[in-house]
């Protein structure tokens, strides 16, 4: 089975388990606090460390739960972008949940941007969207989902960090 199927097929996978949770409803949301989307947020110095950000209506810092997308591409290739029709699922399926979807440097012909590069890219990006949670209004649980290399950054930021946040 080649890399490419193997890629789908995981990331087809996680979006089935993501997509078939059952949405929560949000009692304690505030009433009127209209969806909000921002594009191209910086979360690092970095030109390349950027982040879009989809936040519900009637989100609230206690009930509204966090989706990091992490974009594959064998840390050489791939944005952000990669998501476009994804993020829009999501936002449909799962309407009360605030969706980042982050960008990090893209490692270039072996010279440039070595990992740990992007490992501490997505923590940076943790850190910033945990940092902006009040202003956000948003909760302190974040989801973790990544497709490819994507999916490989989104374990290592949950299996090797609990701060700010414990990635479950």
């Not at 949950?158 to 414990?166: C, E, G, L």
Request: proline letters at 4%.
């Amino acid at each position: 089975m080649n890399r490419i199927l193997k890629s789908y097929m995981l990331f087809s996978f996680l979006a089935g388990v993501l997509l078939s949770c059952q949405k929560n409803s949000a009692p304690n949301a505030t009433v009127g606090t209209p969806a909000q989307t921002s594009n191209n947020i910086a979360y690092g110095t970095d030109a390349l460390q950027k982040l879009d950000v989809f936040l519900p209506a009637n989100r609230t810092d206690s009930t509204t739960k966090s989706i990091i997308l992490i974009h594959g591409g064998a840390w050489s290739s791939g944005d952000k972008s990669d998501f476009g029709s994804f993020t829009d699922s999501i936002k449909n399926r799962l309407p009360g949940y605030a969706v980042f979807n982050i960008n990090y440097r893209l490692s270039a012909g072996g010279t440039t941007n070595l990992f740990p590069t992007q490992e501490n890219d997505v923590k940076a990006a943790v850190e910033f969207i945990y940092s902006k949670r009040n202003d956000y209004k948003i909760s302190d649980k974040f989801v973790l989902l990544g497709a490819s290399a994507g999916a490989h950054l989104a374990l290592l930021q949950a299996y090797k960090y609990s701060s700010p946040v414990n990635i479950k």
